[in-house]
């Protein structure tokens, strides 16, 4: 059974568009997350939600919008694609919602998002 | 602002060798520390980590060491095997704040 999975693995695009990456855990945890991992490999927190409700919301464009419809699922919309929106995105999810142990911090296997 | 530096890229072993991944970091309020494997179209997974308070922890073949006064960590497996090569990540973390990555280093074990 997968722990993190994400839908779709592979988005392609073009300039202007808007998208959605959906993501869902089964494993009963509390907190979720996205992550971005953009061209240079670093890979950055975007958002995190504790039972549905914003908890980290780091310095990004608004056209990024995180929905949580319930704790088990935590989506990711992104209106007015840009180029530079091109990377892998990560959802994650643990069972604190802040802190160590980061051990129960699962990720899921990612979307490569490419915008032409 | 990179906080958490992994300078080397890749890095080629003999399998059977020890592999010794290397991650510098500039925070020194940092108090916890973790590596992650990832393999190609999958998710970073949690492999080992150190508390501020220990200077090495061992798992298995996978032991961190922490060098708090050169702000250094390091990673050896021993003995590596082909299953090993893979991206590694280092992070860090301070408090409850979020985790910090290193860009990764990719280990080749070589037969």
């Known amino acids: 059974d997968t722990a993190v999975s994400q839908t779709p693995k592979y988005l392609v695009t073009q300039m202007g568009n808007d998208k959605s990456i959906k993501c869902e855990q089964n494993l009963g945890h509390d907190t979720m997350y996205w992550y971005k991992q953009d061209s240079k490999k670093f890979l950055k927190i975007m958002f995190s939600?504790?039972?549905?409700?914003?908890?980290i919301n780091e310095t990004v464009p608004n056209r990024f919008s995180p929905k949580s419809p319930d704790k088990a699922h935590l989506n990711l919309h992104i209106n007015s694609l840009e180029l530079g929106d091109s990377a892998v995105y990560f959802c994650?999810?643990?069972?604190?919602?802040?802190?160590?142990?980061?051990?129960?911090?699962?990720f899921g296997p990612g979307t490569r998002l490419l915008v032409l | 602002d990179q906080q958490v530096k992994q300078n080397s890229p890749s890095l080629s072993v003999q399998e059977g060798r020890i592999s010794i991944l290397n991650c510098d970091y500039t925070n020194s309020m940092f108090d916890y520390f973790l590596w992650y494997k990832k393999y190609p179209a999958e998710g970073p997974t949690f492999l080992i980590s150190i508390s501020s308070i220990k200077d090495k922890n061992e798992d298995g073949r996978f032991t961190v060491f922490l060098n708090k006064s050169a702000k250094h960590l390091s990673l050896h497996i021993v003995p590596s095997q082909p299953g090993d090569s893979a991206v590694y990540f280092c992070?860090?973390?301070?408090?409850?704040?979020?985790?910090?990555f290193g860009k990764g280093t990719r280990l080749h074990i070589l037969p």
């Open positions: 994650a999810s643990s069972l604190q919602s802040r802190g160590p142990p980061w051990e129960t911090q699962y």
């Open positions: 939600y504790n039972n549905k409700e914003l908890i």
């Open positions: 992070a860090a973390s301070k408090g409850d704040d979020k985790i910090i």
